[in-house]
């Protein structure tokens, strides 16, 4: 049981241009569940090995239970971490690697041999004890590799994409045990991924990266609903949201030269232009009389109960819309949908369900 | 010379494909290089050790003759029990496992502790250390031979085994080699065993030498049949049967009578050979066999 408090902490390599975490303020609670995400090399696994006394700090502090980390050796911390690798010992049974730590730490070898069953019961891996990592399949490794951690009941868990190996289906199970696992442990958890799923279902917040500077830190709803900026909002939410670049006018934007009114205070504080996200639910198909946008469409992907819609809006002569990116509009349909690649379907956005930000700085306006 | 082939397969993990599959993965032409090359190897190493064995069992009028005779006709295994009625045998040989034995173990134990240090312990000046290290061993032994001669002879350590022994104990090779094969270790599992609470013995003991497995017995055979054929410096070092190993019994062999009857020199040099060769049979499957396999996820 224990609180995590990252201050300001920065981990800058040798040899390279920029900080590979950048001045990174994290308070966890304890008890938290807290994933980490973003994309590849924004500093995921650095903020990790930070904390885990595995990396030198360059600047700021890591606080554990309020005491400053600096100079605590990895052993000393009383953290287990969890390696994308597993990086099981392959010398070692699946019993003798679990108990490796708790022998370590001289535990008696009655409370050794107690502590190493109940987390082969919770994790499934009775029939395992005696086999090698060598003679287990992905999963089971995992699995040992997950029980290494719990027996010895450490203060924080660090998980860097335990899951990244495993197959889709093992994914989805494993996901939820150890969701699930944490919840009945309570144990503070930092976790590491990059999968958006494991990242909104999984935690109780969610911490996002980018280039190695926090972005935003909040529940996966808050995260979904209010993103603090471009970035956030592009990076969470699957398929992503759909973003436009448009001049100011009168309380009106401009998407794909359709003229949409927004808030008029919202719009008062931006500075130039501004970038304007809808996520996928937040369009809705109209009928060819009403005003919208005439997309032409070029992938649909179905998942039976909705649709996922992506296409390209048929050319708008108009200075004053420039889509972010690709040119793409991805909606969605509730239902069965007949529409088909090659189509052309007249969509509108929904003025309230808007996403607004300052073109300029990309932070988030309202 | 084999060992060191075979040594440099068992590193092959790293890329290096081995003889057998590099011939096979090549067009006609490639192949026929590399069998020819094969059989190059092979006679270079085989058509003399052939010639020993069959000396070994040869009349010492049979030795000297033209045309060349490459059978032993007449047997004459006799040669071999002359070796041993002729020189003390025994004594040699008793010597040369003492010598072996306490050469090679020092060897081994300061190759993997200073390789340890040098690639898993962190401390200032590190990297200058392995250098400076590398390098003092790298001069020659002919160089130093002389002033290491008459140190030992200062100390009164002539003809005696800590004499012959503790001037042989350096060891870069073993530093080097061992250095790389931990260097070579997936470094998670050693941060997980840090992580564990390991301290640095039972960090090396239980984690990193069980994953080293293999290039630490090839380590140990290349040291023992180093050790085992040292020449040079036992030869100077002592001059008779309590101290001085096979190899220079066997000049005593040689130089016993006025023309030297190579029959009998030829069967102590094929008992010489024997031990290694047992050794090499036993050990060379423990080389060949990958112990880091589940460790990590390929
Ligand atoms: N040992 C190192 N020396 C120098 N630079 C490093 C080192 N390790 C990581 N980096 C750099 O630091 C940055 C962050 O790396 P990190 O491994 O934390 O990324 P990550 O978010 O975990 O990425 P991924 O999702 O690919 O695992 C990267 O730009 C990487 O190139
Ligand atoms: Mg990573």
Known sequence: ?366 | MSAIARLSRTNGRAGMPSAESGIQGRGPVGKAFGYAAMVLVLLIIAVPLFWIVVTSFKRQENIYVRPAEYLPIPFHPENYSEVTSRIPFSAYFRNSVIITFFTASIKIVLGVLSAYALSLLRFPGRNLLFVVILAALMVPNQITVISNFALVAQLGWRNTFQGIIIPLCGTAFGTFLMRNQFLSLPHEIIEAARMDGAGPLKLLWRVVMPLSWPTLVAFSLITVVNEWNEYLWPFLMSDDARTAPLQVGLTFLQNNDGVTNWGPVMAGTVLTILPVLLLFLVLQRQMIKGLTSGAVKS
């Not at chain 1, 019961?121 to 029939?127: A, M, T, V």
């Open chain 1, 1 to 366: 049981m224990a609180t995590v408090l990252f201050d300001e902490a920065t981990r800058h390599y040798p040899k390279t241009p920029t900080p590979a975490v950048d001045k990174v303020t994290l308070e966890i609670p304890d008890g938290e569940f807290l994933v980490l995400v973003g994309p590849s090399g924004c500093g995921k696994s650095t903020t990790l090995r930070m904390l885990a006394g595995l990396e030198p700090i360059d600047g700021g502090r890591i606080l554990i239970d309020g005491h400053d980390q600096a100079g605590v050796r990895p052993r000393d911390r009383d953290i287990a971490m969890v390696f994308q690798s597993y990086a099981l010992y392959p010398n070692m049974s699946a019993f003798e690697n679990m108990a490796f730590a708790l022998r370590n730490a001289k535990v008696a070898k009655p409370e050794v041999e107690q502590r190493v069953r109940e987390a082969a019961k919770i994790l499934e891996l009775e029939d395992l004890l005696t086999k090698k990592p060598g003679q287990m399949s992905g999963g089971q490794r995992q699995r040992v590799a997950m029980g290494r951690a719990i027996v010895r009941q450490p203060k924080v868990f660090c998980m860097d994409e335990p899951l990244s190996n495993l197959d889709a289906k093992l994914r989805v199970s494993t996901r939820s045990q150890i969701a699930q696992l944490q919840r009945r442990l309570g144990v503070t958890t930092v976790y590491v991924t990059h999968d958006q799923v494991e990242a909104m279902t999984m935690g109780h917040r969610v911490a996002v990266l980018k280039d190695g500077r926090l972005q935003q830190v909040d529940t996966p709803a808050n995260l979904y609903d209010r993103p603090v900026n471009t970035f956030v909002a592009s990076f969470i939410g699957s398929p992503a949201i759909t973003m436009t670049r448009s001049a100011v006018r009168e309380g009106e934007v401009t998407v794909h030269g359709l003229p949409v009114a927004l808030d008029r205070a919202t719009l008062s504080t931006a500075s130039g232009d501004v970038v304007v996200g809808f996520r996928p639910e937040a369009w809705e198909v109209v009928g060819a009389g009403r005003p919208g946008i005439d997309v032409r469409v070029e992938l649909v992907e179905s998942l039976g109960s909705e649709a996922f819609v992506h296409g390209e809006p048929e050319r708008v002569v108009d200075d004053a819309t420039v889509a972010l990116g690709s040119e793409r509009i991805t909606f969605k349909v509730i239902g069965k949908t007949d529409l088909d690649v090659g189509d052309t379907v007249r969509v509108a956005p929904i003025a309230q369900h808007a996403h607004v930000f300052d073109a300029e700085s990309g932070a988030r306006l309202s």
